[in-house]
């Protein structure tokens, strides 16, 4: 690590006293960082990796705290180990073939990314929430061999080897010995959102020189500390979970996790466990504010990522919490693009931040140039946390999101290119119009879309949940969207839902509000509607 730092000049003697200060840079015992050598020959960038070398450092820390109870580094490490045994033994798991795991936030999923990484398999992680034709779908056009699967899940569609009794593989594999080292590390798979289609797999192998930049520029920028316990919300299937569930490896943080988001018990673990940071995404923040506040003073450190986060939000949480939470910005496919800290958050509540060190983000606008200050324009990424090049000038990632930089050099995102709305000639973001919805009084949720309209081509339409026992009318939403926009952004249409349908990372599953799934039957275009 020492030598790396040397290699990025200036900005690893900048970075050296964080990453003492976090514990990332201390004395490590010979043997234990003969070990670590080790597994990373063995194993490369990949979560089997991190298992082992944290198991070599701190053997007797705590890994994984969960419902079952406590997971050391050391216990972590051999349990992974013989998994891999067994799966190689049973399901013929190994190089060149893909091993799908399907599991929620426990013990089960840390044990078999490492065990799978662990044989040089290509590891595809799979959302819990897919089912019937979508998960038949990807589990084709990915060419799954095995499946890991939690038996509490709902039965898989799946004529392949499987398996989803991880204790009796683990009790099998080691008395089996070592499974045999594979030559070259597998793919990490990870699947988009699909909040408009089926979900894809964007496959990805990590170089450390790609990654060590940006990753030890968020582990300098993001004031974490190494063995302090870290709470992960979201899902550990999605970049944002698995992001810092490596970050915790790295750090040697015990990393508590909940099969399910209850906003009050997540507020218990975090005072129970002295939890010094949290991992949440935008509607599991708004879910903890509506619980009455607590004093957390260990809370240190809130990251948010997944899905937008707006405005009010952002400022309400450090408001109840302190100036503790950070924005995150990228996707599945860009990695991560850009942070905004809590300063930058108090001075914009809006933005996205900046790219860190190691990574790059364009405003393009037509014919390839950058955009100016204000300007909106496509986002291209690039840097070691992406997926590959594509649909961007200069060898950069077109993210999809469109957005533009201020005077000072802070990224906004304006929305998602295929979401704007073209209303009559002229364009609306439906985010802003959210933005806006989101801080009316009674308003406790929003989602704005544009749907086929005759004479404009596109019109506005509002899915509003209203807070319980608040009244709200269509006519004072759309006169808080004049009073703060033009008027053709003012939705035409405002329907009243019970709930918006949201992918488990919080973005609006847009196509279901579409189908009406989520509507209230009857309610068409009303002037008011009581709290639902």
């Not at 533009?404 to 295929?418: P, T």
């Not at 709930?499 to 002037?527: C, F, M, W, Y």
Request: net charge neutral; proline share 8%.
């Amino acid at each position: 690590m020492l030598g790396r730092l040397a290699d990025l000049g200036g900005f690893g003697l900048e970075a050296a006293p964080a990453l003492i200060r976090n514990g990332l840079l201390g004395p490590v015992h010979p043997s234990a960082l003969a070990r670590v050598v080790e597994a990373y020959r063995h194993f490369h960038l990949t979560p089997a990796t991190g298992s082992a070398a944290a198991a070599a450092r701190w053997p007797d820390r705590p890994a994984v705290v969960d419902e079952a109870g406590t997971l050391t580094f050391a216990e972590l490490d051999a349990r992974a180990a013989a998994l891999a045994a067994g799966l190689h033994r049973r399901l013929g798991a190994g190089p060149g073939r893909t091993v799908a795991v399907m599991w929620p936030n426990d013990r089960g999923f840390a044990e078999a990314v490492a065990a799978v990484s662990r044989l040089g398999a290509d590891l595809l992680l799979l959302n819990t929430g897919l089912a019937g034709p979508r998960l038949r779908d990807v589990l084709r056009r990915e060419g799954v061999h095995a499946l890991v699967a939690d038996p509490g899940l709902p039965r898989v569609d799946f004529d392949g080897p499987r398996t989803g009794d991880l204790d009796a593989l683990i009790r099998e594999g080691g008395g089996a010995g070592e499974a045999p080292i594979p030559r070259r590390a597998g793919r990490l798979v990870l699947l988009t959102s699909g909040t408009t289609g089926v979900p894809k797999g964007a496959p990805r192998r990590l170089s450390p020189a790609g990654v060590i930049e940006p990753f030890l520029a968020m582990l300098t920028t993001v004031p974490v500390r190494g063995g302090e316990p870290m709470l992960i919300a979201p899902p550990l299937f999605h970049g944002l979970g698995l992001l810092w569930y490596a970050a915790a490896l790295v750090l040697g943080c015990p990393v508590v996790l909940m099969r399910r988001f209850d906003p009050e018990a997540v507020l218990d673990a975090l005072d129970r466990h002295r939890a010094g940071t949290l991992v949440a995404v935008p509607v599991m923040l708004r879910r903890l504010l509506a619980c009455a506040p607590r004093r957390l003073p260990h809370l240190r450190v809130v990251v948010c990522g997944g899905s937008a986060l707006r405005p009010d939000l952002a400022t309400a949480f450090m408001d109840a919490y302190g100036d503790v939470l950070h924005n995150l910005y990228g996707s599945t496919e860009a990695g991560w693009a850009a942070l905004a800290t809590p300063a930058d958050l108090r001075t914009a509540p809006g933005t996205v931040g900046r790219p860190p060190r190691g990574a790059t983000v364009r405003i393009e606008g037509a014919g390839g140039r950058e955009q100016p200050a204000g300007q909106v324009g496509r986002v291209l990424v690039g840097g070691g946390l992406t997926f590959g090049a594509g649909g961007g000038s200069d060898g950069l990632l077109a993210t999809g999101d469109l957005g533009h930089r201020d005077e000072r050099g802070l990224l906004f995102i304006d929305g998602r290119d295929d979401e704007m709305i073209v209303s009559g000639g002229e364009n609306v973001f439906p985010q802003e119009v959210e933005n806006v919805l989101a801080r009316v009084p009674g308003v406790a949720d929003v989602a704005v879309l544009g749907v086929p309209d005759e004479e404009y081509g596109q019109r506005l339409a509002a899915y509003v949940v209203a807070a319980e026992g608040a009244r709200l009318s269509a006519a004072e939403l759309r006169r808080a969207v004049k009073e703060e926009l033009a008027g053709f952004k003012a939705p035409r249409d405002v329907e009243f839902v019970p709930s918006v349908p949201r992918n488990p990372t919080g973005k609006v599953e847009r196509d279901r509000l579409v189908r009406g799934e989520h509507a209230i039957q009857g309610v068409g275009h009303p002037e008011s509607r009581p709290g639902v």
